[in-house]
């Protein structure tokens, strides 16, 4: 926050269709500030490509600092083909991973929430994801991807052998689990924690461990444990029985992708990265769409926005303590779909395809009706 209480927001269009569908967050934050006294101190910056171009890098130290000044950064997507040539180092990807790494972002918030009007875009029948609105949330900066040892090594008979690692501790899963129960706590105050304390040691612990934040910070909230498999057996079976789903790195990638799937529209999925909280009790924030650039799209003004919107309404909901604003989008959104508007990555037969323009401009719209 700045001297007069303001929020500050660091907004990184990045490259590909991020300017576009960001220039339709800018409209709606205008709408905010105006109409529900939103007050917001807001700089943009460039990351990706859009950084490689101007500055030589994916991301200056300029940028990085901002990033952590603030209370929230908001991404648009990074990468495209015009540098894909680069060495991985110097790739605009790089610039992503690290605002996550500095940000020291370590858990990944992935809603899957199946809107009404969409649940034919779905590949699961109607009736098994009608009114699907679940939170995953995955441990991102430990376990098997970081752990050592690591590598591959040459055996004395020629062969070779792959190593990764799982590791976790106390304090890495206390911490994941703490951000599931406070989630939990503002939506149906279920948590589901995923493991495999069957066959790994580290499962045992995160189970032991979940329960113990459970048991002496959350009471109340409604704990159960599943296995990793068998969760991604009952997401497809049966995902209404989750609220909030709280898993480890590995079994995160995988379950947040499966659940991805069920909504079947990439163009509707937000995301939030969280860091650990600063002494005021705010957390380092990072809020993204889960799509990237779509270069094969980018330009022609036919982006779907609503993932980045519904990433600001995140953002309003869990950095800006203004859940009031965050619904009030989410049921714009809502009702534009119910209307039939449809950017051309939802078209169905018989409901009006629109640009990424007019979808703003509908959301913009509903909000006056709904808030103004
Ligand atoms: P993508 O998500 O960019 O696109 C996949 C498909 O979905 C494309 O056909 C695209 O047109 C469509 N699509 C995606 N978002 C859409 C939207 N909002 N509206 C309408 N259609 C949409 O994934 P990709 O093609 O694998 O990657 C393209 C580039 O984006 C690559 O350079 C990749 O590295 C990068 N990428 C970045 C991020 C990120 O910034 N977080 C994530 C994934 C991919």
Not at 298 to 304: H, S
Not at 309 to 326: H, K, N, Q, V
Request: a negative charge.
């Amino acid at each position: 926050m700045d001297m007069v209480g303001r929020f500050k927001l660091l907004v990184l269009p990045g490259d590909g269709i991020g300017p576009e569908v960001m220039g339709e967050v800018w409209r709606i934050i205008d709408w905010l500030e105006k109409r529900r006294g939103l007050q917001l101190e807001i700089s943009e910056g460039r990351v990706g490509g859009a950084a490689i171009d101007a500055d030589g890098v994916p991301l200056t130290d300029g940028t990085m600092a901002q990033a952590l000044s603030v209370d929230a950064v908001l991404l648009g997507a990074v990468g495209g083909p015009k540098w894909d040539r680069l060495p991985f180092a110097q790739k605009p990807e790089r610039g992503l991973l690290r605002l996550r790494k500095e940000m020291a972002l370590f858990a990944n918030l992935r809603p899957a929430i199946v809107f009404e009007a969409l649940v034919d875009a779905s590949p699961l029948k109607s009736d098994i994801i009608r009114g699907l609105d679940l939170m995953i949330v995955r441990e991102l900066t430990g376990g098997v991807y970081f752990g050592e040892p690591r590598g591959i090594e040459t055996l004395a008979d020629g062969s070779r052998r792959g190593i990764n690692t799982q590791v976790y501790t106390t304090e890495e899963i206390r911490r994941i689990a703490r951000v599931a129960f406070e989630l939990a706590a503002k939506r149906q105050r279920r948590v589901c924690s995923a493991e495999k304390s069957n066959v790994m040691e580290s499962g045992v612990l995160w189970r032991e461990e979940v329960q113990w934040v459970h048991d002496q910070e959350f009471p109340d909230i409604e704990l159960t444990h599943m296995y990793a498999d068998n969760c991604a057996m009952q997401l497809v079976r049966n995902p209404g029985q989750f609220d909030v789903i709280v898993t480890d790195n590995l079994f995160g990638d995988i379950l947040s992708d499966e659940a991805a799937m069920l909504t079947g529209s990439l163009g509707m999925l937000p995301s939030a990265s969280l860091g650990a909280p600063a002494a005021d009790g705010r957390r380092r924030a990072l809020y993204e769409p889960v799509h990237g650039s779509a270069p094969d799209i980018a330009g022609k003004g036919i982006a779907n926005p609503l993932a980045v919107i519904l990433s600001l309404a995140m953002c309003l909901r869990y950095s800006f303590d203004r859940g009031a604003e965050a619904l009030l989008i989410e049921t714009a959104v809502r009702q534009v779909l119910d209307g039939g508007m449809r950017t051309a990555d939802l078209m169905q037969p018989g409901r009006a395809r629109v640009s990424t323009r007019v979808m703003g401009e509908s959301i913009l719209r509903a909000l006056d009706k709904a808030g103004g």
